[in-house]
């Protein structure tokens, strides 16, 4: 069954919160991109939805941040909570075992659970000796390492913002440290580049992974484009990226599209401010989006990248 089919069975939430783009909304579809459909809210009535995660078969997992549970969404469209024993969960996503990691942001920590049993074990939650102020976002590579990002500092917490990489063996290192409110994360669909979003200004940043866990300088990729009539600098949070490279990132204005040279392509505008995206359903063609109190649907002519499989 395809994702989108099931998205017009759900009864649940509303099923058309804005027009078809290019036909009545003041936008057309992003060649090669999308979307091809119109944008539905699925689920809505949450505090602060983030994360968005899909597992290939047709379910979704998502967090309610303020309010300490993991919801999942499955092939049928039915909601349920998959977890409420984090404190603060935010970005999720599968590594090669299978297992859901989640940046648990108010506990200072990055876990995993066995999807499963829902068993829960610990990835990180120290770095030389002293525990981290948020970890916000993240991404799996094949080598069954985790690359987050440290959103804020603590007392005796880390005293510096950063981004940081465990390795499938435990060992933490920090990468990046030179960057105010690193938040979104992701790497390049043959993991040799690592893109991070600061949530402090319209710059997004790339540096090229020469191994696992090591990264050369940063540099600026592209900005982020202000919204028509909007005054002041734009900021990211989240992102996603297809399977040409394309990335789109999430901000006030909506889902910002840009190509691998870093050339703006477009933006798809929501009718609330997205915080976070992913590509879901059976094909991966549904882009899946958490914007503040609801999540949203809308298909695409693009294929999501899906990281975590070999």
């Not at 919204?227 to 002041?232: E, I, M, S, V």
């Amino acid at each position: 069954m395809k994702m989108l089919i099931i998205f017009t069975l759900t009864t649940v939430t509303l099923v058309c919160a804005e027009p078809l783009l290019g036909q009545g909304g003041g936008e057309k579809p992003i060649a090669g991109v999308g979307p091809t459909g119109p944008i539905k809210k699925w689920h809505t009535g949450f505090k602060f939805v983030e994360g968005p995660m899909a597992d290939g078969k047709g379910n979704v997992y998502f967090s309610d941040l303020q309010a300490n549970k993991i919801h999942k969404i499955d092939a049928d469209g039915k909601l349920s909570v998959f977890s409420d024993e984090l404190k603060g969960p935010n970005g999720l996503m599968f590594n090669t075992k299978g297992e859901l990691v989640a940046c648990e942001m108010n506990a200072g920590r990055v876990v995993a659970f066995d999807v499963d049993s829902k068993k829960l074990r610990v990835v990180a939650d120290t770095y030389e000796g002293k525990g981290f102020g948020g970890p916000n976002d993240l991404v799996t590579d094949l080598q069954g390492g985790v690359y987050f990002t440290d959103f804020r500092t603590a007392k005796g917490k880390q005293d510096k913002m950063g981004v940081y990489y465990v390795a499938a063996d435990g060992k933490v290192s920090r990468l990046v440290d030179s960057l105010k409110s690193p938040n979104g994360i992701i790497l390049s669909t043959d993991e040799k580049i690592l893109y991070v979003i600061p949530s402090s200004g319209p710059e997004i940043y790339s540096y090229a992974v020469e191994s696992p866990g090591k990264v050369g300088p940063g540099k600026v990729f592209c900005k982020l484009q202000a919204a028509p009539g909007k005054k002041g600098n734009p900021t990211g949070d989240g992102v996603a990226i297809d399977t040409k490279g394309n990335l789109y990132f999430t901000a006030g204005s909506g889902i910002q599209v840009f190509n691998p040279k870093g050339d703006h392509l477009g933006t798809i505008t929501f009718p609330e401010a997205p915080a976070n995206v992913d590509f879901g359903g059976t094909d991966f063609k549904t882009l899946i989006v958490t914007a503040r109190t609801s999540v949203y649907s809308v298909p695409m002519e693009a294929t999501g990248h899906r990281f975590g499989k070999k």
